[in-house]
């Protein structure tokens, strides 16, 4: 599903050039629940923002669904992160101005389906997310759990092959942390793959497989896969 | 997704009103300033017959000589606006257009049939019948008089719709009478409203004031000896007295027009000038080589400064007040759009292309245009309103606001603030989503 091979990532001013990433592996199945944790600085939402083609990479090469990304340009890479990616963010990223349903649109609007299709599957990943009755509050009027639930509902929408999260649970409470985590297990549990960028070793284990980055490289890359309560374990 | 932009758009607005408001009055001021110089600008400067102006020429023949300046235009050419008398009937009689004209603005006391209204002045035009097709004139009952009307000195007169309200309470009075300095005329047609902005048939007087009220043979009003109410210019030399006096002398006191349809006839019509003074010349009335100018309408307006140098700079002050507003709205919109830079980077990360992005904010900038333009209008309403007030009657006459000026105005708030938004757009297009969401 996700596979880079040797991949860099360098920021250059005129005096200095750091590397963000340095031959940096990782392969990613379909179906598995990856956790990325690491230190800050370490790189880990570099990572995220070039897996969610937000970003381009120095050098090596990045797989996504067996297409080679490198070299694509900007309306090629923005149609395969509308079809492909969905993205989950720490601070919701839900847009203020727009209601519920109207947040969960935006990336069908892009995709370009018709109406009818954009509500029925505005109201699917709603029921998915349990937030059907919230369909016309705004952001403002929601909890912090309830926004990250919409800002799944999103992700979901446009039937994504991988889920990038980033720190999903970073900005909510030990409660809705909880019902957040939940929400991905069941989504992995239904065949989703999910890879989530996170410092917390806590949220780390619930994963299928930790990938544990330091200064841009993957220390532990096919670590032991962990048992989940409920997972179904793919090799 | 026009529909969808448009909506984002309202939205965007709605959420910062201080920012929009400011935006909008921006837009609003410069606009209803510009379009309130251009619409007097149009006004005085639009083609008064723009199906035939290319068609109808004024005739100037140097009847001076190169020793005497036109005191009138200043024109380098030393060529005169008007023409004499004795040219005016050569010419005439020649009869070398498809259609020609002298003619000369005079006027008379009125005295109306009915006893309830009192006599009052009218301004009239002694003109050919040629006049009325030449100019396209149009009439709501009678028409013309005839050919032999021109040559017998016949008293008609054609009268305008409002003497003939006024006169006759609207009705037909083709066949009545009306008494003029005490003589009675028969009328035999009534024009329907006609008002050509300027009066370009003839500028030296009045260029933007009320049509004639009354027009008349020429033979009938030079028979009659209908003083002249224009512009009468002897370059100095005092003639013979008396109207005879009046009609022998060099004094320039007419306008001439000629219908010429083809470049042939023009060219024809042309070299017909040159021979006729050359002729003159050769009579002894004229002692330089031949002198004349024929020139289209449009020509004409230019030569004759119909639109004055100070409505020229005015307009082009009011541009660049509008350049200065619109670079106002551009940094507004800046601001505006870079605070949303988050909302363009969650935007970008769902599948926003940096196309459906430049879209969005384009079409934000149309409508903050569109709303301007609104605004706008109604500025430029009001600047009108005052122009009217501070000016002449006149150019409050040829100053309103018809649908080419509202649908201009629009356009014109539209196109510039979405060149204005380009920039601000450019910047939203190349918002870095990662470097967004990673400040997040």
């Known amino acids: ?109 892009y995709r370009g389906f018709d109406g009818a299709e ?47 999260a980033d720190e999903p649970t970073g900005n909510l409470d030990t409660q809705m942390a909880r019902g957040v985590m939940e929400l991905l297990e069941e989504l992995h549990r239904d065949g989703a793959t999910i890879v989530m960028v996170t410092h917390d070793p806590e949220l780390a284990v619930r994963a299928q497989r930790e990938v544990h980055i330091v200064d841009g490289q993957v220390v532990d890359l096919y670590a032991q896969p962990r048992l989940v309560p409920g997972a179904q374990v793919q090799a | 997704m026009f529909n969808y932009y448009f ?34 600008f149009r006004a005085m400067a639009a083609d008064p017959i723009p199906e035939k102006s290319e068609h109808l020429f004024a005739v100037q023949i140097d009847n001076w000589g190169p020793g005497r300046k036109n005191v009138v235009t200043g024109d380098e050419e030393h060529l005169q606006p008007q023409i004499s008398y004795p040219d005016a009937v050569g010419l005439m009689n020649a009869h070398a257009a498809r259609r020609q004209t002298a003619m000369y603005a005079t006027g008379f006391a009125l005295t109306p049939d009915n006893p309830q209204l009192l006599p009052f002045q009218v301004h009239a035009r002694a003109v050919y019948r040629d006049f009325f097709e030449m100019f396209e004139v149009p009439f709501q009952s009678g028409g013309a008089w005839s050919a032999a009307d021109d040559a017998d000195r016949t008293a008609v007169v054609v009268i305008g719709r409002e003497l003939n309200d006024k006169v006759f309470a609207g009705a037909n009075s083709v066949g009545k009478t009306l008494n003029l300095d005490g003589h009675d005329y028969r009328v035999v047609g009534v024009l329907d409203h006609w008002q050509p902005i300027p009066k370009y048939y003839d500028l030296n007087t009045d260029k933007y004031g009320k049509s004639d009220e009354i027009f008349l043979p020429f033979t009938t009003a030079i028979h009659g000896q209908a003083g002249g109410w224009g512009n009468n210019n002897c370059g100095g030399e005092i003639g013979e007295p008396g109207w005879e006096g009046r009609l022998r002398s060099e004094c320039v006191w007419l306008q001439y027009w000629a219908e010429l349809p083809s470049a042939q006839d023009v060219d024809h019509y042309r070299a017909f000038l040159n021979n006729y003074a050359s002729e003159q010349r050769k009579l002894g009335r004229f002692h330089w080589p031949p002198h004349t100018r024929i020139r289209d309408v449009r020509q004409w307006l230019v030569y004759q400064h119909a639109v004055s140098d100070e409505v020229r700079i005015l307009v082009l002050v009011s541009f660049s007040f509008l350049f200065v507003c619109l670079l106002n709205a551009m940094g507004l919109m800046l601001a505006k759009i870079m605070g949303r830079a988050g909302d363009i980077g969650v935007r970008r990360a769902l599948g926003a292309n940096r196309g459906a992005i430049f879209n969005q904010c384009l079409i934000e900038a149309g409508v903050v245009g569109l709303a301007g333009g609104v605004l706008g209008l109604a500025l430029t309403a009001l600047g009108l309103m005052g122009l009217r007030s501070l000016l002449s009657e006149d150019v409050g006459r040829v100053t309103h606001l018809g649908w080419t000026d509202v649908s201009t105005a629009v356009l014109l708030a539209i196109v510039a603030t979405v060149l204005a938004g380009l920039y601000p757009t450019w910047r939203a297009a190349h918002v870095q989503p990662a470097w967004q969401l990673k400040a997040q």
């Open chain 2, 7 to 40: 909506k984002l758009a309202l939205r965007s607005l709605k959420r910062n009103v201080v920012l929009t408001v400011l935006m909008i009055a921006a837009i609003g001021v410069g606009i209803g300033a510009s379009m309130t110089t251009l619409t007097v």
């Open chain 1, 1 to 109: 599903m996700l596979k880079m091979t040797h991949l860099s990532k360098a920021y250059r001013t005129e005096v200095v050039e750091t590397y963000a990433l340095r031959d940096f592996s990782i392969h990613v199945r379909e179906g598995e629940f990856v956790a990325v944790t690491g230190p800050s600085g370490s790189g880990k939402t570099t990572f995220l923002t070039i897996a969610g083609l937000l970003e381009e990479f120095s050098g090596g090469e990045y797989q996504l669904d067996g297409a080679n990304v490198r070299g694509l340009n900007d309306n090629q890479r923005s149609r395969l992160r509308n079809e492909k990616i969905g993205f989950i963010f720490q601070a919701f990223n839900l847009i203020s101005d727009l209601n519920v349903q109207d947040n969960i649109d935006v990336p069908l609007r």
């Open chain 1, 118 to 164: 954009r509500r029925r599957r505005i109201q699917e990943s709603l029921e998915r997310v349990g937030l059907s009755a919230r369909s016309r509050h705004y952001p403002a009027e929601l909890s912090g759990g309830q926004q990250q639930r919409v800002a799944i509902a999103r992700a979901l929408a446009g039937s994504p092959r991988l889920l990038l």
